[in-house]
Structure formats: C-alpha cells, structure tokens
C-alpha cells in the first residue's frame, strides 16, 4: 500500500494455496476449474493475483503434451503424453512450488510493475519453495550433466533428442528463477512476526536459513504490538494486564533487534479491529512505512552475499592453506553440520541444508576444520596430496 501511495505500480502475488490474500483484501478472485485466475485491479496502481500451481501445471503440461507430440508426428516412441493426467504430477517434489516461482520471475522480466510483493505460505513452506531451484538443478546436474544433454539433442536418438530439449528448458526457467532469488539488488525478503518468544525464535531461525540460501532479508515486522496508554489511566486490573502485556512485548523486540544485527526491525501497533479490506489496510500502511528505512539502510546491507569467498590464507603448494567464507548466522550452533559429496560442500544449519558448489582449486584439497566468526561460516581446507598436480 506504501508503494502505490508513492506512485509505484505494485503487483501483490500471493503464493498461499490457501488463498488468504482475497480473504485479507475482502476481494473474491475467480477461480474457474481448468483455468489459471488472472490479475485483477484492486486500485489504481494496485494489481494482485493468487497463482494457483495446480491449475499452472495444467496449463503448462498441455503445452509440453503439445509440443512433444508436433516433434514426434512421424514417429512413434511407445510413450503417450496425452494419456499423463497433470494431477499425477502434483506428488512429485517441488513441481507446484517451481512452477510459481517461474510465474513470479516471468511477471518480474515483464517489467511492468516497479514493485512485485510475493505474499508466501508460513515458513515451513515458504523455505521448501525458495530450496526448490537449487534443489533440482542440483539433482539434474548430478543425474544428467549438461555435456550428455547437449549430446543427445544432437544425436540419432529423436525420443531423446526431444526430452534433452525439454529439460533444456526447464533447466534455463528455473535458473532465471534461481538467479533472481540470488540477487541482492532486486530480490529482498521480509520477515513477519509477533512479539512472542516462540514467534521470535522461529523469525531467527528463518532469518539463519534465508542467510544460508543466499537470500537478502530486508527487514522484520512485528505485528500486533501494544500502543503506549496513558499512566493516569493504570489504576484498573485490566490496564495492569495491558501494561505488563506491552512490556513483555518490548523485551522480547528489544532481544529481536539485538538479534538482528543491521536487519531493521518495525513495528506495527495493534489496530484494534481486523485490518481487512482495503481501506484498513491503507491505514495501516502509514503505521508501517519500510520505505524510508530501507532507504536508510547502510549500503553494505544491500551489497552483502550469500556467495563463498575462496582465500588463500598462507602457504604455496601441498603446504597451502585456503578459506572458504560464507555469510550465516546460526541460531543453534549445534544444529551446524558439514559434509563433502564430489565436488560440493553440504552445509547444514537450524533445520536447512545448502550444496555448495566448490572452487576449482577447492576440489582438489580436503577439509581441515571449520569455525563460525562474527557471523560468517569459515571452512579450512588443506591440499589432498593424491589430487594435488605437481
């Protein structure tokens, strides 16, 4: 709402297959069976959509289904597309949750609006759908290299020509999605929550995932926090009850922003009445104005990234010593674990993993410790005598 008051054109897409921005809104999306709900113009300057992934993968499957079958007019495979229902795929992992981040990096490459806002599910989920593009580029890199996909679409093989062609294109969609999630200056991610320890902790936690995935979290929001009342008012049990309420509350904010470090921590008051509709909403948006502190916000928090850094340390040769650097802040510092697969570092922390692709020089040495410093994750490795050149 802060957005379009200032001019910008603003599309809210909402992520929840619960279908609760409508409900927030007080605004009916249609919702036809075999359709893919389109945007619709809540104000000027204001437009929204609830992408709806079951009804995506419909769509898309049939242009798959198409364009496989104008390949293979002449020949014959023994493999019938059209007799795949798409709700078959829906238990495959991360399929719906790919789809709409494609949606969402599609509307952002329209350059249409100046703001997109993805209103996303709770934590949980929302992690699961941010992990899904590392997770199957990940997996098609290990299962079918690029080398062999380029090979096969050149070969005799029209059947596997085809499919090469098609994870081709899967493969360039979701890395767009995946380069834009990993992009600093164009992608931020804001956390919600409530002044209760419980809330707060899991705020922390998801703040220690996003900062694992690479992704820029730019501010926390502390919804439904106590107004200040009047003193001369405190002498009733219920004013008591306020009092020791909203203190609590502000304890518990006090720990969030020595928590968060640089990450600007804001406060929404309780409004009383449910904000719903548009209006109520307008309202509350002057209560909760981001803009003027991200503007605010020191330029190395805007430029920070998730990328390692490689540092030689000391030495030359077998006797070298490299750091690989990685921002991460752990809130349970036994929750960390590291392992090595191949090329890539596995790096766990509260609840999340990371495969992290490895420098050249990196895959050649072997690990020799690893220490959390201020912040940041930093991994010792030493030169593997059986795979260093000489």
């Known amino acids: 709402m802060s957005y379009a008051r200032a001019g910008a054109s ?139 996909r380029a090979m096969s679409t050149i070969g005799t093989d029209l059947r596997r020509a085809v499919l090469a062609e098609t994870v081709e294109r899967i493969v360039g969609a979701v890395t767009e999605v995946r380069d834009l999630l990993a992009d600093h200056r164009r992608t931020g991610a804001r956390l919600i929550t409530v002044a209760e320890r419980v809330a707060v902790a899991e705020s922390e936690r998801v703040r220690s995932a996003t900062a694992l995935l690479g992704l820029r979290v730019d501010a926390v929001v502390v ?15 219920a004013a008591h009850w306020y009092l020791n309420r909203r203190g609590e509350q502000l304890a518990v904010i006090a720990e969030l922003q020595h928590d968060m470090d640089a ?10 009445a449910e904000p719903v509709g548009v209006p109520a909403l307008t309202a509350l948006s002057y209560a909760v104005d981001t803009d003027p502190v991200l503007r ?9 990234s998730g990328d390692p850094v490689v540092r030689l340390e000391s030495g030359t040769g077998l006797h070298s010593v490299y750091t690989l650097r990685m921002h991460l802040s752990v809130v349970d510092p036994a929750t960390l674990r590291l392992g090595r697969v191949e090329d890539d570092l596995i790096v766990g922390a509260d609840g999340i993993r990371r495969r992290v692709r490895l420098a050249p020089v990196l895959r050649r040495c072997t690990v020799d410790g690893a220490r959390l410093d201020g912040g940041y994750l930093v991994v010792g490795f030493r030169p593997d005598p059986q795979a260093w050149p000489t």
């Not at 829906?90 to 949750?97: D, M």
């Not at 990450?263 to 009383?272: E, K, M």
């Not at 605010?296 to 920070?304: F, N």
């Open 263 to 272: 990450i600007p921590v804001l406060i929404a008051q309780h409004t009383g």
């Open 10 to 148: 603003v599309l809210v897409a909402s992520l929840d297959q619960a279908h609760s921005l409508g409900d927030a809104l007080g605004f009916r999306f249609p919702h036809d069976p075999g359709t893919v709900a389109g945007i619709a113009t809540v104000r000027p300057g204001l437009e929204v959509i609830e992408v709806d992934s079951l009804a995506l993968l419909e769509d898309r499957f049939r242009d798959v289904v198409r364009m496989l079958e104008a390949d293979n007019t002449h020949h014959d495979h023994g493999v019938d597309f059209a007799a795949l229902d798409p709700a078959e795929l829906t238990g495959l992992p991360g399929v719906q949750e790919l789809l709409m981040l494609v949606e969402v990096t599609q509307f952002a490459n329209e350059d249409h609006w100046d703001v997109i806002v993805v209103d996303c599910p709770p934590s949980a989920d929302m992690l699961r759908i941010v992990t899904a593009p590392d997770t199957l580029l990940g997996y098609l890199e290990r299962i079918w290299p690029p080398h062999a």
């Open 223 to 237: 919804n439904k926090v106590l107004p200040a009342t009047d003193p001369a008012e405190s002498n009733h049990p």
């Open 296 to 304: 605010d916000k020191p330029a190395e928090v805007h430029a920070r």
